[in-house]
């Protein structure tokens, strides 16, 4: 499968605890995007990255949210101390000009 | 402003009749492009079809067709033959910016009902 690859699907933590979603762009893809979906709701930008650089965080809320692309392995994006308001779907997409979407990440707090 | 407007929350089509999904957008940039998505209740999002700014003629993709109107900045995307499986979310989107600094903006989505 070369699509775009997102890990886990769902996940549940407990309030206080950290999220980690994981995002494997497809084969030749070098930007990665990751978007927010709250239920009912349409995709929120969030952050644009190539290896090893963020191009563009203007989505992503200033505290407790980071998100890296290294080098080498997926990219990341890290949600520390969840909060209830923190459960949605993470859309990580890949793009060599059309944008392809993973199957998204369900994460749940509780 | 809004930058991509989808006006239809909700939209009826009867199975086999085609459907039409609009979408507005707003932009100063010559260079664009047009993207629509379906996401069904499993929720992946998947794409069904591209329009470029540059484009001469409307896209085209099996039952999907995209009518471009560059005057009137509107890309609807039509479907044709609805069929059962076409009940979704259908999400417009647009891409500004050039190669490595891309952006994409999406709209609020159309909620499509196909009726057997």
């Known amino acids: 499968n070369a699509g775009v690859m997102q890990n886990p699907r769902h996940l549940v933590r407990r309030r206080g605890q950290e999220a980690r979603l994981r995002c494997s762009p497809m084969k030749g893809h070098s930007h990665v995007y990751w978007y927010r979906q709250l239920p009912e709701e349409g995709l929120k930008f969030m952050v644009y990255l190539q290896k090893e650089n963020i191009i563009d965080e203007s989505g992503m809320p200033k505290e407790r949210f980071s998100a890296e692309f290294p080098k080498e392995g997926p990219s990341i994006l890290r949600i520390q101390q969840v909060v209830r308001g923190d459960s949605a779907a993470y859309f990580c997409?890949?793009?060599?000009?059309?944008?392809?979407f993973g199957p998204g990440t369900r994460l749940l707090v509780l | 402003a809004q930058k991509i407007t989808q006006t239809q929350p909700g939209m009826f089509v009867q199975e086999k009749e085609a459907v039409t999904l609009d979408c507005t957008y707003d932009?100063?940039?010559?260079?664009?492009?047009l993207f629509w998505y379906k996401q069904p209740s499993s929720g992946e999002m998947i794409f069904l079809i591209y329009q470029g700014s540059y484009d001469q003629q409307n896209a085209t993709e099996g039952r999907y067709s995209l009518n471009f109107q560059k005057a009137r900045k509107s890309a609807n995307l039509v479907i044709s033959a609805s069929q059962l499986g076409d009940s979704a979310m259908y999400f417009c989107?647009?891409?500004?910016?050039?190669?490595?600094?891309?952006?994409?903006?999406f709209g609020t989505g159309t909620r499509l009902k196909v009726l057997a």
């Open positions: 989107a647009m891409r500004e910016g050039t190669s490595g600094t891309y952006k994409y903006i």
């Open positions: 932009t100063s940039d010559p260079s664009y492009g």
């Open positions: 997409a890949s793009s060599g000009g059309t944008q392809y």
